[in-house]
């Protein structure tokens, strides 16, 4: 059974918008913390932000993208998504929505989307 289900990525200029969102299913809405990582060509996967699906919204970013991104969540929809502005060509990667525990950034994920490639052209 897929569990998180992201769509939205695709090709953008630079200093331009994409927003990616992520539908949870019941088991992945369990876990308490949903965040976005990206993984681009040649380097390891990074942590992009995170907050948790019910209660406060608490938000938590990656210093390379704070004040540029913004995630959010509807819990009654079971929805997360990632708005991205100012895009740059560093930001290009794979970007996966992921559950799992521990905050600000989970120590354990628990469910994993497919990926949404995002390409930011200069």
């Known amino acids: 059974q897929v569990q998180l289900v992201e769509s939205g990525g695709g090709l953008v200029q630079a200093g331009g918008a994409l927003r990616l969102s992520c539908a949870a299913s019941e088991d992945a809405y369990e876990s308490p913390v949903v965040a976005w990582l990206r993984q681009a060509p040649g380097k390891e996967r990074e942590f992009v932000a995170s907050t948790a699906w019910t209660g406060r919204q608490n938000e938590y970013y ?30 290009t990667a794979i970007y996966y929505c992921a559950v799992g525990k521990g905050w600000p950034v989970p120590v354990q994920y628990h469910y994993w989307g497919q990926g949404a490639q995002v390409t930011v052209s200069s």
């Open 62 to 91: 990656a210093n390379s993208v704070k004040g540029r991104f913004t995630i959010s969540r509807d819990s009654t929809r079971k929805m997360a998504y990632l708005q991205m502005s100012g895009l740059k060509p560093e930001d």
